[in-house]
């Protein structure tokens, strides 16, 4: 009866929904497009009955970027089977084609309408599921369950507010779980919400947070030297990355750079927010403080009398991190739940970020107690803390240092997730 009610409300809804993204496509127009795709009405996959399907399903760019190695490991293991990968956002779409081109089939995935769903399993046939970390609607997972199609929660996290919110909603949440083949969770903490929610023990597994297994190769590590020796406009001027800023953050950021760029007025700002959508208008902010700022998608190198550097292509934002002196992440000076910290601590950076971490909590915990971190709740903080590690090269290097440790001490949950997967019985 719960699902029953819910799916009435969904319906009803619709309308609504389908307002709203017209409201977003007047900044990202991408959000107007392929709209039957939303509802389930995709392209039929021609496969014979010997050939598997793989459905992996990320909700945006976050989720998305996680999912890469593990579906080129999907690829390499498997590869007589066909990868459909899904998303719900532009962002997301957009890294699915420029990580995967033609050799992944990607739609959007369907709303959680049982007429979508169905109409969705019909046409791509799933032999097995993989969800990326918490993305759980009901009729998809009673779809998938009724078709005898075996679900992983994959990378699953669950912070205490999200935890909250699916209590509330117990009658849906609780025989959802139930019906979950394996949920593999990043930590333990994550686990035990799981479970007080109503997933059963014998269907969960910690196997760590895969994000920790990135691949930094002789080509990516080539190409972050380059754009350095680029970004330095033939001398040594520092570089601070901000990476993936959202709404109500960016003014803060600007302010501490205009203090930082009074004790070192060499100092390139590399400024990358998180949404296309936005970058329009942070470009304008930065113009209209008389910042001289270019932007990286008109292809020049930035000059010395250039201050800031606008991020506004996709797909780049990991090799900035291997370019940068200090790197800031954002989704975090605002209740966002902060973003991955786990890319700057690969490339031996120092990690500065805001007190809104819930989303990385544990990987944030990690950090901090080797000293690989530090969190800035405001423009001086941030400006302080800059300055401090411009000023002591040293210190920055031990803080570096120490936050590769914690990404090289974690890494291993991919192979231990690829283990769960091998073993469902799809």
Aim: proline residues 6%; hydrophobic residues 45%; charged residues 20%.
């Amino acid at each position: 009866m719960a699902r029953f009610l819910y799916s009435v409300l969904f319906y009803l809804l619709t309308p609504l929904i389908l307002i709203r993204l017209l409201w977003r496509s007047a900044r990202a127009p991408a959000y107007r497009r392929r709209w039957p795709e939303r509802f389930g009405f995709v392209p039929t996959i021609d496969q014979d009955q010997t050939t598997k399907t793989i459905w992996v399903h990320s909700v945006s760019l976050g989720e998305t970027l996680a999912s890469v190695p593990m579906v080129r490991r999907l690829q390499q293991r498997y590869p007589e089977s066909q990868l459909v990968v899904t998303t719900m956002t532009p962002t997301g779409s957009a890294c699915v084609k420029n990580s995967f081109g033609d050799t992944v089939y990607h739609v959007y995935a369907p709303y959680d309408l049982p007429c979508a769903v169905n109409r969705f399993l019909r046409r791509v046939r799933p032999n097995l599921l993989i969800i990326m970390e918490t993305e759980l609607w009901p009729n998809l997972i009673h779809g998938c369950a009724d078709h005898n199609i075996p679900i992983v929660l994959a990378n699953a996290r669950l912070s205490a507010k999200s935890a909250r919110g699916y209590r509330r909603f117990a009658a849906l949440t609780r025989p959802m779980l139930q019906r979950i083949n394996h949920v593999a969770v990043q930590h333990e903490e994550d686990g035990n919400r799981f479970l007080a929610l109503g997933l059963p023990t014998s269907q969960l597994l910690v196997t760590g947070n895969i994000k920790f297994d990135l691949t930094l190769d002789e080509p990516l590590r080539t190409r972050a030297a380059q754009l350095r020796v680029e970004w330095q406009a033939g001398c040594r001027r520092p570089v601070l990355l901000v990476a993936s800023t959202h709404r109500g953050e960016d003014d803060i950021l600007l302010d501490a750079f205009e203090r930082i760029y009074q004790h070192f007025p060499s100092l390139l700002l590399v400024l990358v927010p998180r949404h296309p959508e936005r970058f329009d208008d942070v470009t304008q902010r930065c113009l209209t403080r008389g910042l001289n700022t270019v932007r990286r998608s008109e292809g020049k190198s930035p000059a010395m009398t250039d201050q800031v550097l606008l991020g506004d292509t996709m797909g780049e934002l990991l090799v900035f991190f291997g370019a940068c002196d200090i790197a800031f992440v954002g989704g975090s000076l605002v209740p966002t739940g902060g973003h991955n910290l786990i890319e700057p601590a690969a490339w031996q950076v120092p990690v500065l970020s805001g007190p809104h971490l819930f989303n990385f909590a544990d990987v944030s915990r990690l950090l901090l107690e080797a000293g690989g971190m530090a969190i800035c709740k405001d423009a001086q903080a941030i400006a302080d803390t800059v300055v401090g590690l411009l000023g002591d090269p040293a210190a920055a290097a031990r803080m570096g240092g120490a936050a590769k440790i914690v990404a090289e001490k974690n890494r291993g949950a991919l192979e231990r997730l690829l283990a769960v997967i091998e073993r469902q019985p799809w």
